[in-house]
């Protein structure tokens, strides 16, 4: 998942070339996974619940030996009860993020997936977390991973889907444009098909923090790709995948090189960019230099209902929106 903070500012409707843009909300007809920080304002998930099939609560991460982990705590069960309370299911997710070093931990990962005795533990203790705390499912959110994390990660999908029979257990993806190098990341996308409930195909962060510069956070040719590329090892079951699309932008300042990029609300994208917002019919995202050099490119409900005839045409389950506190509200139409 993307790793972000909350903003507040409310959403402000501006003009683009002197047309009315940037819609408040965004209607789409297929159901919606909505990811939410645990710490978010609870009412997120009322604003957009007309949409939401389940919320994804952001969750728990490995320890960096990858031997434990731990349950999820108050705000995460806050988060649950606020699902459950609007008739909505809730899982909650298992990712490798590490405070200390800012990013995913491939080598937490790998000392997980490659001990079946670490994979026994970690899998206890989400098993625990399903019984006793009433969750419906669990997500594994394992990224940045090798080639190596293969076969461990076919395992623990496996091990966990033994442990909460009758739950379902899902997966992010990360998106990439070849076969190969959905392998070469750790993904055996034939075996992840046969073994998950749910593939959520992570079609965002084309562009963001790192080298990669100023461009489209998900541009939809390159969703296309990747999608079409998980869909053709899925033996059929295109119903089991669920199309990710971002609910925010980044801002590169001129010396982004150097690492100065910040994620951006789509309703801070909308205020920062006034009049200067310029929508990409190509990339299906809006994207603004700023009067400092600085330049946007965030993608928001118009985005998100644009991609509509994607998830239709492919036969896919939904949609995931990252994240609801981010994110302009959903509605369902």
Do not use: C
């Amino acid at each position: 998942m993307a790793r972000s903070s909350k903003f507040l500012a409310a959403g402000v409707v501006v003009a683009a070339f002197g047309l009315v843009a940037l819609p408040a909300e965004a209607s789409v007809s297929s159901p919606v996974l909505a990811y939410q920080e645990e710490g978010a304002a609870t009412s997120l998930i009322a604003a957009s619940a007309g949409a939401i099939e389940m919320v994804g609560v952001d969750g728990v991460n490995i320890a960096s030996n990858g031997a434990s982990v731990g349950l999820p705590d108050s705000a995460a069960t806050g988060q649950l009860a606020a699902a459950h309370a609007r008739g909505k299911k809730a899982e909650f997710l298992i990712g490798n993020f590490s405070e200390s070093i800012g990013d995913f931990d491939e080598s937490a990962a790998y000392k997980l997936l490659s001990s079946t005795a670490h994979i026994n533990t970690v899998v206890g203790t989400l098993k625990s977390a399903v019984n006793s705390q009433g969750w419906d499912g669990v997500e594994i959110d394992l990224e940045a991973l090798q080639a190596r994390d293969r076969p461990g990660l076919v395992n623990f999908i496996k091990a966990l889907k033994a442990a909460i029979p009758g739950k379902p257990v899902g997966i992010a993806v990360t998106t990439f444009t070849t076969e190969q190098e959905f392998q070469d990341n750790g993904y055996d996308l034939w075996a992840i098909g046969q073994a998950v409930d749910r593939l959520v195909l992570m079609a965002y962060d084309q562009h963001g923090f790192g080298d990669s510069g100023p461009g489209s956070v998900g541009a939809l040719a390159w969703q296309s790709t990747g999608l079409d590329i998980v869909l053709g090892e899925m033996d059929g079951h295109n119903d089991k995948v669920i199309l990710g699309e971002a609910g925010y932008g980044y801002r590169w300042y001129q010396d982004w090189s150097s690492g100065h990029v910040d994620q951006v609300s789509d309703a801070q994208a909308r205020s920062l960019a006034g009049s200067k917002a310029v929508w990409d019919g190509a990339a299906h995202e809006w994207h603004a230099t700023l009067s400092d050099g600085s330049i946007m490119w965030w993608a928001d409900a118009k985005s998100l209902a644009d991609r509509q005839s994607l998830v239709t045409d492919r036969g896919v389950h939904g949609f995931a929106v990252w994240d609801l506190g981010l994110s302009d509200p959903i509605t369902h139409s």
